[in-house]
């Protein structure tokens, strides 16, 4: 069992409509990480949140470190937030296996 | 800054032969780390390093060298190619390993053994 799991694995939206992205953990960590994934295979970080709430532009992350779980927010989605969602937690750098996300006009 | 740079891009081997996928990163990070990237997985770390002349192993090493001569480069050496390694590639850097630090990521490199 992977120690960081995703859901959904998969997710189609409409243009417009809020996404929710869901990362559970089982060890105890010091910060976890916000990643996406352009179809083109590039990786760039998002977030990096130990606490609390993170928010840039439409993006928000949430992280309850009692349940050990985060959640990714997209408000507004839009085609080119299409992507694979990818979260991982600090230590030994554990990833989850990915949300693809793609938006549709 | 170029910020984290791989080569090949792209590398088609042979079952036995050997390569070296290379990394390079120009800001002064301690820490880089090699993962590899398969079809319903997530990225499993394979090599890092926390500074010049320290490397440690991650969750999947056999098949794979490194070393770190120097805070710019960490390649990754494969020493005798198997199907099983076909993946792809990246490497990544940060200030740190112990710190909640931003990781950088390299572009990638897409190999397959045939």
């Known amino acids: 069992k992977n120690e960081v799991e995703q859901s959904p694995q998969n997710l189609t939206a409409q243009e417009g409509e809020f996404i929710t992205i869901n990362c559970s953990y089982s060890?105890?960590?010091?910060?976890l990480h916000w990643l996406q994934q352009h179809p083109g295979g590039g990786i760039v970080s998002l977030f990096m949140?130990?606490?609390g709430k993170k928010k840039h532009g439409r993006l928000i992350a949430t992280i309850n470190i009692q349940e050990k779980h985060s959640s990714l927010h997209i408000t507004a989605s839009h085609p080119r937030d299409s992507a694979v969602y990818i979260c991982?937690?600090?230590?030994?750098?554990?990833f989850g296996a990915g949300t693809r996300l793609t938006v549709k006009p | 800054n170029a910020g984290v740079t791989q080569t090949p891009k792209f590398q088609v081997l042979k079952t036995g032969q050997s390569m070296t996928l290379q990394c390079a990163q120009d800001?002064?990070?301690?820490?880089m780390s090699w993962y590899r990237q398969d079809p319903g997985m997530g990225l499993r770390l394979i090599h890092y390093?926390?500074?010049?002349?320290?490397?440690d192993q991650g969750e999947v090493p056999n098949g794979y060298n490194v070393s770190r001569s120097t805070t710019e480069d960490f390649p990754l050496r494969l020493l005798s190619a198997a199907p099983s390694q076909t993946s792809v590639y990246f490497c990544?850097?940060?200030?740190?390993?112990?710190?909640?630090?931003?990781?950088?990521f390299g572009p990638g490199t897409r190999l397959t053994v045939l």
């Open positions: 800001m002064n990070h301690e820490y």
């Open positions: 060890v105890g960590i010091s910060a």
């Open positions: 949140l130990s606490s």
């Open positions: 990544a850097s940060s200030y740190s390993r112990d710190s909640a630090n931003e990781q950088f």
């Open positions: 390093s926390v500074g010049a002349g320290i490397t």
């Open positions: 991982a937690v600090q230590e030994d750098m554990r």
